[in-house]
């Protein structure tokens, strides 16, 4: 590779979010990760029964361990806000339902609109590995074949964030097992650097809804017996398997700076590669393909190995495989390493389990907010350092506390490996990115601005509301950002929705105590008649050139994420029966926008394969066989009241 030219190929990371176990979010996850804690837990209820399959020693079809990493609330989902049905919800496999809240909170800590995204090529690419619900549904029999799974295919989890959104670019799902998102990560990179897309998403998507794979390394030995992670330690005896739902907003680092994009950290370099037959077996990794591999990320990213500060490691606690790839690490990242500058590396699947086909993407994660930081947090459960490893001659250190990262003069750099049982090693460089310029006095200079958001519910909106003025009350994350800039990047970095709010205030406090009065009432006196009009047509829906409300260009500081309003979706659980009619519940259970009798059917969300379940729907429903083709032909929900009325007046 050309080094002069790495800048120019390298990459920004503008937007994170995540859903791992213990942390909804990113602020979240670091807190554990520089707590130290260990947020695995035993498997609740809902995923399966483990009394019934917890078996101490290995026994065929019996689980291992009775602990792993668990997101809460995975059945819960905003429908209303994807304009989706209760039945549609119910039907669509919970990791494109968390996909599609998690991207969005990414690109919302980007500051880029989707609205603004739409019928851009934008590229989509989600590493993943399961299709859990789709698997359950299927073991319900023959009959639970219906049309709709054919929604939960795992080609349609990257494809329904592309439909949703109007995403043009690449939409692909990469299944390299363990190393998936890291590989997704490189190929989201290979796109930017090709111009095939001017931004990025990349995602790991992991929800482990069925117990088999457990039972299946619970007889390969792989599972750990305690359900943690013991990266590098004597005792490690395999891993805790883990949920995890991460999503990172990928941009060319040259257009990042001169959009004025908060930039988190630089990819500046990485590769993929295979073991080829350099192992005893596919299924053994290779020490060989690991150092490959390293070699060609580091090259690719113009770094010398020696320079690198911390690698966040594959590190799922195989007493065989961990000693494999810090020997592959000191390899590479050891040679020239000056003795008083150990490489730290550590795993967060000590903290949350091994993630599998997303493990990849929390560990880029955690690398980044290492980053911003400046601190390397404790990599857990190492109390004694494993034999294996020959740790007095290579210049490697696991961070049993907090480390700070050393101050050289020169931009933190970390890497990020993956490797999965499909013989494919995966490695990400990443740079701490520039500072920034430094933020303006955020102290009141007696200027008055508007301060507008809004939500897709009127209670979504009082959500957003208090979570604004939290933000801008005392100890608020609003205080360390000027009052003009938190108002320039609600106007201009993010969608504006139907229910709306708009606020005047001079400071932080008075905007804060703005938010707390009734919407009647938030006008102060005095305030210049632009504002005021600006706030007045913003609140009724009207457009607003910002530009000339703010007379020039602020800068992107982060703001509260929006407050879905969610309800638990899942198959099998039976909703409350009502006295309505059979029209009612099909308007109810399928419609996902207001309707009249004029409505065309397609308008308000039911269309062709919405018609084919309904069909096996209200088959059930009567005990009568649906006419397929007189169904199809239905336009208007007044001709689906009247045919449903005539079907329910001929079965009875």
Known sequence: MNRSDVDA????????????????????????????????????????????????????????????????????FDAEFFDMSATEAVELDPQQRLLLMTAWEALEDAGRRPDELAGSRTGVFVGNAR????????????EAATPSQFNNYRSLLPA?????????????????????SLAAVHSAVQSLRARESPLAIAAGVNLALRPDESVMMTQAGALAADGRSKFGDAN??????????????????????ADGDRIRAVIQGSAIGNDGRTGDSLLTPSLTGQVETLRWAYEDAGVNPADVDYVEAHGSGSPALDPLEINALGEVLGEGRPADRPLLVGSVKTNIGHAEAAGGMAGLIKAVLCLEHGQVPPSLHVTTANPAVAWDELPLLIPRKLHDLPDLGRPAVAGISGQGSS?????????????????????????????????????????????????LGPGGQGGAHPLRDICYSAATRRVHHGHRRAVIGASHEEMAAALGRPEGEIRPDGVPE????????????????WDEVFGKEGRFVPLPRYPWQTKRYWFGEEREETDEDLTAWVLREHARVPFDDDSVLADIGIDSLAKLRLIVELSKRTGREVDPEDFARLRTVGALRSWIHALEAATS
Not at 236 to 257: F, I, T
Not at 530 to 545: E, F, H, S, T
């Open 131 to 142: 299709s859990d619900y789709l698997e359950m549904r299927f073991r319900k029999g023959l």
């Open 9 to 76: 190929r390298s990459v920004a990371v503008i937007g994170m979010a995540c859903r791992l176990p213990g942390a909804s979010g990113t602020d979240e996850l670091w807190e554990l990760l520089r707590d130290g804690v260990d947020v695995t837990s035993e498997t609740p209820p809902e995923r399966y029964d483990v009394d019934a399959l917890y078996s101490a020693r290995p026994e065929p079809g019996r689980v291992g361990s009775r602990r792993a990493g668990y997101v809460d609330h995975v059945a819960d």
């Open 236 to 257: 490690a005896d395999g891993h805790a398997p883990s949920d995890a739902v991460a999503v990172v907003v990928l941009k060319p680092l040259a257009d990042a700076l």
């Open 530 to 545: 632009n504002l005021a009009a600006a706030a007045d047509r913003y609140r009724d829906g009207l457009p607003v050139d």
């Open 423 to 471: 013989a494919l090693n995966a490695h990400v460089v990443i740079r701490q990115a520039d500072p920034r310029p430094a933020d303006p006095a955020a102290a009141a200079d007696g200027t008055p601005y508007v301060l507008a958001f809004s939500a897709r519910t009127p209670a979504a909106l009082d959500a957003l509301t208090l979570a604004y003025a939290a933000y």
């Open 160 to 180: 329904r964030l592309s439909y949703v959104l109007d995403l043009r670019g690449p939409s692909v799902v990469v299944d390299t097992a363990c190393s998936s």
